[in-house]
């Protein structure tokens, strides 16, 4: 048996390190400052120390298992040792402050200036699925290679753990790790997300935090999407997306004031007599210096079984919305797509398994990728950068 090359070994393992993710950073851990050491044996065998971030990390069984896959592929199958320490506190604070690029903390990385396009979506009254448009909106741009957030700033009826599968059947959504002041949000279906859901506490062992009540005046409201804005660690983010409680409070004023470069969607009903509740929500955002992309009316007509166009909701709803909000602004707002009535898409909703994804062949699938396709291919309104994303 020839003699291990130490060194060659060592360093063989070191490059292969690099292909290990963080789950809930999404960055190599060689890039974290992770891997504390690399050292290998004459037989071939090799030792790997890894620093978590924080005692208790809810992702250190991933991490260990990757890295000793990843070890493995080079040292050969059982030659990999891995041992998991934890980072020192100034670690820690050397790694934040690397993730922050060097920028204050608690700082607003997604105001004026910033390459991360930013969209809202409202409406202007309840249960016209504006979440659920939201959350299949969010999967589809991440299906399609972006890099995307999304912050559920409906704070008293926050749905988006549900509607995304981050609940387990308690209804109780993942609490987020967090490093020193940095929160990292959780992922799902590519999506990085973050919601008061995450943060509320059962009122009973056992119980449903899903069901617990938010009582939140105005300032409590602002200080927390503020905290989702400046203390929730996204990175580099290509789309960041908002999704607003309905109606006209204040909530929406306070992303007026905190992102004042949003751009925003507006989610109605076919019902003409919705059109004026909706206009309202949009009207406040342009109030608030914010610009109209789109209108996406939902629960739009559907093909009965012989064929024929059921309009349970009636129709033209969204065009009336779409040409009135048009009067207020230079470019006209676009109606981006009728959603129609669908039954898959509500089952995704309760299963957790968003229909672009479950079902994309759905045409309530194919017309949330229509607005996903559209609103890639608008300009900013900063700058005119375009996010260049084919339709599939």
Same mark, same amino acid.
């Given at each position: ?98 993730? !922050? ?73 993942? !609490?987020?790790? !967090? ?106 955002? !342009? ?106």
């Amino acid at each position: 048996m020839p003699p291990v090359d130490v060194g060659s070994l060592e360093q063989g393992v070191r490059a292969a390190l690099a292909g290990v993710i963080d789950p809930e950073i999404r960055k190599p851990i060689t890039e974290l400052d992770m891997v504390e050491s690399v050292s290998a044996g004459d037989d071939g065998r090799v030792q790997v120390v890894i620093r978590l971030t924080i005692v208790g990390c809810p992702a250190s069984d991933r991490i260990e298992r990757d890295v000793r896959q990843a070890a493995e592929t080079v040292a050969g199958p059982g030659n990999a040792d891995v041992t998991l320490s934890v980072m020192t506190p100034e670690q820690r604070a050397a790694l934040t402050e690397r993730l !922050r690029g060097g920028k204050a903390a608690r700082g607003n990385p997604f105001g004026p200036g910033s390459l991360t396009r930013v969209i809202a979506v409202t409406s202007g009254k309840g249960g016209v699925g504006k979440s659920t448009i939201t959350a299949n909106l969010a999967v589809a741009l991440a299906a399609r290679g972006l890099s995307v957030g999304l912050v559920d700033a409906d704070v008293h009826g926050f749905s988006i753990p549900g509607l995304l599968g981050l609940v387990d059947e308690h209804g109780n959504a993942p !609490r987020p790790t !967090r490093v020193d002041e940095m929160i990292l949000p959780p992922v799902a279906h590519g999506v990085k997300v973050i919601s008061i859901g995450m943060f509320v506490e059962p009122t009973e062992p056992g119980g449903r935090a899903s069901s617990v009540a938010v009582a939140w005046r105005g300032p409590m409201l602002h200080r927390t999407l503020n905290q989702f804005l400046t203390d929730v660690y996204f990175g580099d983010l290509d789309v960041l997306l908002v999704d607003l409680p309905p109606g006209t409070g204040d909530v929406a004023i306070s992303l007026g004031q905190l992102l004042p470069n949003a751009e925003v969607v507006v989610v109605t009903t076919p019902q003409p007599a919705a059109a004026d509740v909706a206009e309202r929500s949009g009207v406040v955002a !342009r109030q608030t210096g914010q610009r109209i992309v789109g209108v996406v009316e939902n629960m739009a007509g559907f093909a009965g079984p012989s064929g024929d166009l059921i309009e349970l909701f009636g129709s033209g709803g969204g065009g009336i919305v779409a040409e009135r909000l048009s009067e207020g602004q230079a470019s006209p707002v676009p109606l981006l797509a009728s959603v129609p009535l669908s039954i898959a898409l509500r089952q995704g909703g309760d299963a957790g398994a968003p229909v672009v994804l479950s079902a994309p062949d759905d045409p309530a699938a194919r017309a949330i990728e229509e607005v996903a396709a559209r609103l890639a291919a608008l300009p900013r309104s900063l700058g005119g950068r375009r996010l260049d994303v084919s339709v599939r």
